[in-house]
């Protein structure tokens, strides 16, 4: 069966070690044949997106730098001159096929605020639009070690978001997730489906092991967790042999990880996409059932805070058993909210004053995660009677 049939837009996330040789030269051959399964793609009438990796390590290359460790400097300067590259290579290779390709440049902070996040999603809808394949990459020649995503992995989840993608696809140099990392233990087994990202599927993750890679499977499952709660299945397939995409609509092993049963509405499916949590504020079982009933998050549930936030934060929020059950924006810093956690709002109000909030988390600016990990875009707070 093709697992990407149901699909219509889809995400597909490229790493280095793909792309780039361990000498830091392009494999030309097999991207030449990725874009012919691109092509055939769009053929059928599909939106793709490409999240491209490969910039560093081609810049490397062409600067002559070390294949080993970088500064951060010496990798802003190598991202600068692998993009061109990069973006040439891209052009080309789908050129051949009559497509047109639009370079994006990306930064933490470009999804994070919700105007250069509605304006990034613009761009890249109106490509789609005209018929154009977007290559999207996290922005390394400006983006610092404090600012970074880290890995494209999470970035390809963040996009596949915010263009309400229906799949994201990682191509990887693993045909899926097992029960353990197999290169340290042969018993391993596949798993085909993954119905929801639990803590168990979680600890089934392993490390980074490519000679290029900055992720692992640890941030396939985390980019796993942004992109399904908030709408778009993922797959986790093998690309490191020619026409890695014809090879998946033929059926090859992989993993597929359901989405949420439901789509979040659009400033939900941001929020919930939010890949920087600054804190954690853990309720009592009352505001979980307040909660469930699509109330506010009030202080009165609160029993425990983490980290430091300020209002308009994206905080997680769990349940009395320490697991994640909403996430939303901060309606009060933490400070504040250390300060009234517990206690009634008129008891709020006398701490704060009359001009602050009384919600933690207003239910607007919430989203519910449901048994199965799903996100629930009722409006989800908790005052006792």
Known sequence: MNPLAPYRRVTIKIGSALLVDKAGGLRADWLASLAEDIAALKAEGRD??????GAIALGRGLLGLSALALTLEQSQAAASAGQIALSQAWSEALGRHGIVTGQILITPNITEERRYYLNARTTILTLLGLGAVPIINENDSVATAEIRYGDNDRLSARVATMIEADCLVLLSDIDGLYTAPPARDPAATHIPVVEAITPAIEAMAGGAASHLSRGGMTTKIEAG?????????MIIARGTEPHPLRALTEGCRHTLFHAARSRAQARKRWIMGTLAVAGTVQVDAGAVRALRQGRSLLPIGVTGIAGQFERGDTIAVTGPDGREIARGLAGLDSEDARLVMGKRSDTVVALL??????ELV???NLVLIGARGESNDRETSHEPG
């Not at 967790?225 to 299945?233: V, W, Y």
């Not at 004053?353 to 009384?358: E, F, I, L, T, Y």
């Open 225 to 233: 967790k942004t992109a399904t709660l908030a709408g778009p299945a």
């Open 48 to 53: 793709v997106v490409i999240v491209s990796s």
């Open 362 to 364: 207003h239910r607007d």
């Open 353 to 358: 004053g009359v001009d602050s909030r009384s």
